[in-house]
């Protein structure tokens, strides 16, 4: 056998080491709580049919198919957003968000012309437990919504109000204006709703808390006699198991750190990269005492940012603008080519296949720092993206 193809079968075969996958859970479970996840991690990677109650419009047939390996989704399983709580989310032109896939005899919905559309890439879905378990308090003290220190940058919470069927008992629930955490806007505040949703509007998905299908509002064709599956088409015990699954994912670990990405670190702190990307946060207490109590390497203020006019989509979401996003978690950047066929698509919807071109599209208040990295010396700049991509 040559030497070559030996070598790549090796590699491919090979066990990742410890803290090199997405799709391993924090520390700390207990026996029951790891035999949740086992359950959990089966039904995020299920694949639906029409038989099983796919559709009858849908994006994707499983939350893995989107959410690849768990980590950043690819340019194709991204979603198309329309319309916002002023113009009641252009329901009748098929939004908040366009089903581009139907099983067969239905018709899948098209992206209305003229309208704002608002392309979403999967963020990944590790680590999300932790960023649950993040006091509201400490994410609300970041704040600095008019810059009142002057760096040029302000970051706000997005306040929106959760879904009415979100249990009492789930972090994030309850009425009136609660942080929101999910979502390219921090728009969603709850994991157990982020999940109902993605069940009902990316997969066609009913459950006891979404028990109607979605549909096409604008194909006449009754649903009964395309999707012909008994709602709900996950019980409770389903959507729960999903949520501990994602709840309970750790995030993976960073790469060590060289004397040359201990340059990079600095670089970071000291052009201003640091002040959005907020390097760590301390969880406080939660229902899952494995997430309780710690320190969370993020990268995020979890708070929204103007990021000016090239990256605005024009459509606000809870109290996020058309120009604000999330500053998004720095985490899994060091192994997201190997769950993306050696690519890299970044920022909410892809456009930078870099995180040189992540930076260098940076604007509105991530203007500053953007400039300070274009004026470092060549070894500078590759310094700190040697310690981004170790992240
Ligand atoms: C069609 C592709 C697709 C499918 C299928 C899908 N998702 Fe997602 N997911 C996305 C996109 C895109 C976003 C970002 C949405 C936004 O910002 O508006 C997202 C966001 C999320 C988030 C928030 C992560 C964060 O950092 O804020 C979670 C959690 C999540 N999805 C879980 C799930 C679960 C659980 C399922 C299955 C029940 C699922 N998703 C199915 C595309 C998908
Ligand atoms: C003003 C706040 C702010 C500053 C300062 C800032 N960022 Fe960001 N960063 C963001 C926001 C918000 C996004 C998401 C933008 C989007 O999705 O359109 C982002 C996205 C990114 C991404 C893409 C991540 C992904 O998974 O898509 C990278 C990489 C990144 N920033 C690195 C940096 C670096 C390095 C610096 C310093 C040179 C920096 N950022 C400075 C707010 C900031």
């Not at 390996?69 to 709580?85: M, V, Y």
């Not at 999910?182 to 982020?194: D, H, N, V, W, Y």
């Not at 990307?277 to 929204?304: E, F, I, N, R, W």
Request: charged fraction near 20%; include cysteine.
């Amino acid at each position: 056998m040559a030497v070559g193809s030996f070598a790549c079968a090796d590699l491919l075969t090979s066990a990742p080491g410890e803290g090199d996958t997405f799709d391993a859970p924090v520390e700390g479970l207990t026996a029951g709580e790891r035999a949740a996840f086992v359950r959990g991690d089966a039904e995020f990677g299920r694949r639906f049919s029409p038989a099983s109650g796919l559709g009858p419009v849908f994006n994707n047939v499983s939350c893995a198919s989107c959410h690849s390996g768990d980590g950043r989704g690819r340019l194709e399983n991204s979603l198309s957003r329309i319309g916002s709580a002023a113009d009641g989310f252009l329901s009748e032109l098929g939004g908040p968000q366009i089903q581009d896939r139907a099983i067969p005899g239905a018709q899948p919905e098209p992206v209305p012309a003229g309208v704002a559309v608002s392309v979403r890439l999967p963020p990944p879905v590790f680590g999300v437990g932790l960023i649950e378990a993040i006091p509201e308090a400490t994410i609300v003290a970041l704040a600095d919504p008019d810059d009142a220190n002057g760096d040029g940058i302000s970051g706000r919470p997005n306040w929106v109000f959760a879904g009415a069927y979100v249990p009492a008992s789930e972090p994030g629930a309850g009425t009136g204006l609660k942080l929101g955490r999910f979502g390219r806007k921090a728009q969603t505040s709850s994991l157990l709703e982020q999940t109902v949703e993605a069940y009902h509007q990316d997969i066609g998905i009913t459950s006891e808390f979404r028990p109607t299908e979605n549909r096409n509002p604008m194909s006449g064709l009754p649903i009964d006699a395309l999707d012909a599956a008994p709602d709900p088409e996950v019980p409770t015990s389903t959507v729960q198991a999903v949520v501990h699954y994602i709840r309970a994912l750790a995030p993976p670990a960073a790469g060590a750190l060289t004397a040359a990405r201990a340059e990079g670190e600095a670089l970071f702190t000291s052009i201003g990269c640091a002040l959005c990307h907020t390097p760590t946060l301390t969880t406080g207490a939660h229902k899952l005492s494995a997430l309780a109590h710690k320190s969370v390497p993020l990268y995020s203020d979890m708070l929204l940012h103007d990021m000016g006019d090239a990256l605005a989509d024009n459509r606000p979401d809870g109290s996020a603008t058309g120009r604000e996003w999330r500053t998004t978690p720095l985490w899994g950047l060091r192994l997201m080519r190997q769950f993306l066929h050696g690519q890299a698509f970044l920022m909410h919807d892809g456009r930078a296949r870099s995180v040189e071109e992540a930076i260098l599209q940076h604007a509105g208040e991530g203007l500053s720092s953007r400039t300070a990295f274009a004026a470092l010396s060549a070894a500078q700049r590759a310094a700190l993206l040697d310690f981004v991509e170790s992240r």
